[in-house]
T-cell receptor, first 112, second 113 residues
Framework: NAGVTQTPKFQVLKTGQSMTLQCAQD?????MYWYRQDPGMGLRLIYYSASEGTTDKGEVPNGYNVSRLNKREFSLRLESAAPSQTSVYFC???????????FGQGTRLTVV | GENVEQHPSTLSVQEGDSAVIKCTYSDSASNYFPWYKQELGKGPQLIID?????GEKKDQRIAVTLNKTAKHFSLHITETQPEDSAVYFC????????????FGAGTRLTVKP
Protein backbone atom coordinates (compact mmCIF):
# COMPACT_ATOMS: atom_id res chain seq x y z
CA ASN A 1 0.00 0.00 0.00
CA ALA A 2 1.85 3.11 -1.25
CA GLY A 3 -0.39 5.75 0.38
CA VAL A 4 0.36 9.18 -1.12
CA THR A 5 3.04 9.39 -3.79
CA GLN A 6 4.57 12.65 -4.99
CA THR A 7 6.89 13.28 -7.91
CA PRO A 8 9.47 14.64 -8.30
CA LYS A 9 11.27 14.63 -4.93
CA PHE A 10 13.63 17.45 -5.85
CA GLN A 11 13.50 20.15 -8.53
CA VAL A 12 15.47 23.27 -9.39
CA LEU A 13 13.81 25.81 -11.66
CA LYS A 14 14.89 29.09 -13.14
CA THR A 15 12.71 32.12 -12.56
CA GLY A 16 9.90 32.14 -15.12
CA GLN A 17 9.97 28.42 -15.86
CA SER A 18 6.89 26.28 -15.38
CA MET A 19 6.42 22.86 -13.90
CA THR A 20 3.79 20.48 -12.57
CA LEU A 21 4.03 18.58 -9.31
CA GLN A 22 2.25 15.24 -9.41
CA CYS A 23 0.40 13.52 -6.59
CA ALA A 24 -1.47 10.25 -6.46
CA GLN A 25 -3.18 8.39 -3.61
CA ASP A 26 -4.38 4.81 -3.52
CA UNK A 27 -6.56 5.00 -0.41
CA UNK A 28 -9.80 5.92 -2.19
CA UNK A 29 -9.92 9.24 -0.36
CA UNK A 30 -12.26 11.93 -1.62
CA UNK A 31 -10.33 14.97 -0.41
CA MET A 32 -6.84 15.99 -1.50
CA TYR A 33 -4.65 18.95 -0.59
CA TRP A 34 -1.50 20.81 -1.55
CA TYR A 35 0.55 22.49 1.18
CA ARG A 36 3.77 24.39 1.23
CA GLN A 37 6.16 24.25 4.16
CA ASP A 38 8.51 27.13 4.89
CA PRO A 39 10.91 27.46 7.82
CA GLY A 40 9.21 28.85 10.91
CA MET A 41 5.78 28.90 9.26
CA GLY A 42 4.42 25.41 9.51
CA LEU A 43 2.25 24.09 6.71
CA ARG A 44 0.05 26.41 4.67
CA LEU A 45 -2.74 25.24 2.42
CA ILE A 46 -2.40 26.24 -1.24
CA TYR A 47 -5.38 24.50 -2.85
CA TYR A 48 -7.66 21.62 -2.02
CA SER A 49 -10.12 19.36 -3.73
CA ALA A 50 -13.02 18.13 -1.63
CA SER A 51 -14.06 15.63 -4.29
CA GLU A 52 -13.34 14.64 -7.87
CA GLY A 53 -14.18 17.52 -10.18
CA THR A 54 -13.95 20.29 -7.58
CA THR A 55 -11.07 22.50 -6.49
CA ASP A 56 -10.89 25.48 -4.13
CA LYS A 57 -8.34 28.01 -2.99
CA GLY A 58 -6.64 27.68 0.34
CA GLU A 59 -4.65 30.17 2.35
CA VAL A 60 -1.89 30.94 -0.21
CA PRO A 61 -3.13 30.19 -3.77
CA ASN A 62 -1.46 33.01 -5.72
CA GLY A 63 0.92 31.79 -8.42
CA TYR A 64 -0.46 28.24 -8.47
CA ASN A 65 -3.08 26.25 -10.33
CA VAL A 66 -4.36 22.75 -9.68
CA SER A 67 -6.11 19.95 -11.50
CA ARG A 68 -8.02 17.07 -9.97
CA LEU A 69 -7.50 14.65 -12.83
CA ASN A 70 -9.53 11.83 -11.27
CA LYS A 71 -10.16 10.53 -7.75
CA ARG A 72 -6.55 9.36 -7.39
CA GLU A 73 -4.57 12.26 -8.83
CA PHE A 74 -4.21 15.92 -7.89
CA SER A 75 -1.54 18.03 -9.60
CA LEU A 76 -0.10 21.44 -8.73
CA ARG A 77 1.20 23.70 -11.48
CA LEU A 78 3.50 26.68 -11.29
CA GLU A 79 3.05 28.65 -14.51
CA SER A 80 5.89 31.12 -14.00
CA ALA A 81 8.07 30.19 -11.05
CA ALA A 82 9.37 32.90 -8.72
CA PRO A 83 12.06 32.69 -6.01
CA SER A 84 9.30 33.22 -3.39
CA GLN A 85 7.96 29.80 -4.40
CA THR A 86 11.09 28.07 -3.13
CA SER A 87 9.66 25.70 -0.56
CA VAL A 88 8.87 22.11 0.30
CA TYR A 89 5.54 21.05 -1.15
CA PHE A 90 3.38 18.35 0.37
CA CYS A 91 0.37 16.62 -1.04
CA UNK A 92 -2.11 15.05 1.38
CA UNK A 93 -5.41 13.22 1.33
CA UNK A 94 -8.07 12.61 3.93
CA UNK A 95 -10.88 10.28 4.64
CA UNK A 96 -13.79 12.56 5.47
CA UNK A 97 -14.88 10.32 8.29
CA UNK A 98 -11.60 10.08 10.16
CA UNK A 99 -10.03 13.50 9.59
CA UNK A 100 -6.48 12.12 9.60
CA UNK A 101 -4.41 13.58 6.78
CA UNK A 102 -1.98 11.26 4.99
CA PHE A 103 0.98 13.11 3.54
CA GLY A 104 3.35 12.33 0.72
CA GLN A 105 7.11 12.57 1.21
CA GLY A 106 7.33 16.07 -0.21
CA THR A 107 8.91 17.87 -3.16
CA ARG A 108 11.77 20.22 -2.41
CA LEU A 109 11.58 23.00 -5.00
CA THR A 110 14.24 25.66 -5.46
CA VAL A 111 13.66 28.59 -7.80
CA VAL A 112 16.80 30.49 -8.75
CA GLY B 1 -9.41 33.12 10.30
CA GLU B 2 -7.78 30.68 12.68
CA ASN B 3 -4.31 31.45 14.07
CA VAL B 4 -2.30 28.75 15.84
CA GLU B 5 0.77 29.58 17.89
CA GLN B 6 3.16 26.87 19.03
CA HIS B 7 5.87 26.94 21.71
CA PRO B 8 8.71 26.28 22.08
CA SER B 9 10.25 26.28 18.61
CA THR B 10 13.06 24.00 19.80
CA LEU B 11 13.19 21.62 22.74
CA SER B 12 16.06 19.45 23.93
CA VAL B 13 15.60 16.80 26.61
CA GLN B 14 17.54 13.88 28.03
CA GLU B 15 16.38 10.41 27.20
CA GLY B 16 13.80 9.32 29.75
CA ASP B 17 12.64 12.84 30.56
CA SER B 18 9.24 14.24 29.62
CA ALA B 19 8.61 16.77 26.86
CA VAL B 20 5.72 19.22 26.66
CA ILE B 21 4.73 21.28 23.62
CA LYS B 22 2.03 23.92 23.89
CA CYS B 23 -0.30 25.48 21.32
CA THR B 24 -2.89 28.21 21.46
CA TYR B 25 -5.60 28.92 18.90
CA SER B 26 -7.82 31.89 18.19
CA ASP B 27 -11.04 30.52 16.65
CA SER B 28 -13.47 29.40 19.37
CA ALA B 29 -15.35 27.35 16.72
CA SER B 30 -12.38 25.02 16.22
CA ASN B 31 -13.22 21.51 17.35
CA TYR B 32 -10.53 19.21 16.00
CA PHE B 33 -6.90 19.33 17.18
CA PRO B 34 -4.41 16.90 15.65
CA TRP B 35 -0.70 16.54 16.34
CA TYR B 36 1.70 15.52 13.59
CA LYS B 37 5.26 14.21 13.80
CA GLN B 38 7.64 14.87 10.92
CA GLU B 39 10.86 12.93 10.69
CA LEU B 40 13.70 14.18 8.55
CA GLY B 41 12.97 13.89 4.83
CA LYS B 42 9.44 12.60 5.36
CA GLY B 43 5.95 13.98 5.35
CA PRO B 44 4.08 14.68 8.60
CA GLN B 45 2.34 11.75 10.22
CA LEU B 46 -0.58 11.91 12.65
CA ILE B 47 0.36 10.73 16.13
CA ILE B 48 -2.68 11.73 18.17
CA ASP B 49 -5.73 13.94 17.88
CA UNK B 50 -8.40 15.28 20.18
CA UNK B 51 -11.88 16.61 19.63
CA UNK B 52 -13.57 19.37 21.55
CA UNK B 53 -15.84 17.10 23.58
CA UNK B 54 -12.81 15.50 25.25
CA GLY B 55 -10.39 17.12 27.70
CA GLU B 56 -7.58 14.58 27.58
CA LYS B 57 -6.52 11.64 25.46
CA LYS B 58 -3.70 9.16 25.97
CA ASP B 59 -1.94 6.71 23.71
CA GLN B 60 0.90 4.89 25.45
CA ARG B 61 3.63 7.51 26.09
CA ILE B 62 1.78 10.29 24.34
CA ALA B 63 -1.04 12.40 25.75
CA VAL B 64 -2.84 15.51 24.61
CA THR B 65 -4.82 17.89 26.82
CA LEU B 66 -7.32 20.49 25.68
CA ASN B 67 -8.60 23.55 27.50
CA LYS B 68 -11.38 25.04 25.37
CA THR B 69 -12.01 27.92 27.73
CA ALA B 70 -8.42 29.08 27.50
CA LYS B 71 -8.11 27.96 23.87
CA HIS B 72 -4.96 25.98 24.34
CA PHE B 73 -3.87 22.38 23.96
CA SER B 74 -0.67 20.56 24.75
CA LEU B 75 1.26 17.46 23.74
CA HIS B 76 2.96 15.47 26.47
CA ILE B 77 5.55 12.81 25.73
CA THR B 78 6.76 10.75 28.68
CA GLU B 79 9.86 8.55 28.92
CA THR B 80 11.30 10.11 25.79
CA GLN B 81 13.48 8.02 23.49
CA PRO B 82 15.95 9.06 20.77
CA GLU B 83 13.45 7.98 18.10
CA ASP B 84 11.07 10.65 19.40
CA SER B 85 13.45 13.24 17.91
CA ALA B 86 11.52 14.99 15.14
CA VAL B 87 9.55 18.13 14.35
CA TYR B 88 6.08 18.20 15.90
CA PHE B 89 3.19 20.27 14.55
CA CYS B 90 -0.07 21.09 16.23
CA UNK B 91 -3.10 22.10 14.19
CA UNK B 92 -6.67 23.24 14.66
CA UNK B 93 -9.73 23.14 12.45
CA UNK B 94 -13.51 23.40 12.55
CA UNK B 95 -14.14 20.20 10.66
CA UNK B 96 -12.48 16.95 9.72
CA UNK B 97 -11.69 17.84 6.13
CA UNK B 98 -8.59 19.99 6.59
CA UNK B 99 -10.15 22.73 4.47
CA UNK B 100 -9.70 25.34 7.15
CA UNK B 101 -7.00 23.63 9.18
CA UNK B 102 -4.21 25.86 10.44
CA PHE B 103 -0.87 24.53 11.60
CA GLY B 104 1.52 25.79 14.21
CA ALA B 105 5.05 26.66 13.16
CA GLY B 106 6.48 23.44 14.60
CA THR B 107 8.70 22.33 17.48
CA ARG B 108 12.00 20.61 16.83
CA LEU B 109 12.41 18.05 19.61
CA THR B 110 15.84 16.54 20.25
CA VAL B 111 16.16 13.64 22.67
CA LYS B 112 19.76 13.16 23.81
CA PRO B 113 20.80 9.61 24.62
Amino acid sequence: NAGVTQTPKFQVLKTGQSMTLQCAQDMNHNSMYWYRQDPGMGLRLIYYSASEGTTDKGEVPNGYNVSRLNKREFSLRLESAAPSQTSVYFCASTSQILGEAFFGQGTRLTVV
Amino acid sequence: GENVEQHPSTLSVQEGDSAVIKCTYSDSASNYFPWYKQELGKGPQLIIDIRSNVGEKKDQRIAVTLNKTAKHFSLHITETQPEDSAVYFCAASRDYNNNDMRFGAGTRLTVKP
